[in-house]
């Protein structure tokens, strides 16, 4: 029956939408592992420490280039490198459903 609706019906649970969200992210983190597994060591751990994706901490191009021994710049370039690998759609496509 139309009338059998109570208010709790019409309240978003807030709960099932931070579980979604929740396997979202997952799916983006194990997307995003398998992209970077299509790279070098070098060019996947320049990212990884460039954007935090392993501690939360982005790092400085100073700072990654103390890690590898060499300079900001071959890390900049690098670096350059990497995105624009990481910008071809045989690797992008996988992760543009994930930026909506």
Do not use: W
């Not at 460039?50 to 100073?62: A, E, K, W």
């Not at 900001?72 to 992008?92: A, D, N, W």
């Amino acid at each position: 029956d139309e009338g059998d609706s109570q208010l709790g019906d019409f309240i978003e649970d807030s709960e099932a939408v931070v579980a979604v969200d929740a396997v979202s992210f997952t799916l983006l983190q194990d997307q995003l592992q398998s992209v970077l597994e299509t790279l070098s060591e070098r060019e996947a751990g320049v990212v990884r420490l460039r954007f935090g994706l392993t501690d939360g901490q982005p790092r400085t191009l100073d700072e990654i280039g103390q890690v590898y021994g060499v300079t900001r710049e071959r890390i900049r370039q690098i670096e350059s490198k990497t995105m624009s690998k990481l910008r071809h759609p045989s690797r992008s496509q996988v992760l543009r459903d994930y930026l909506d």
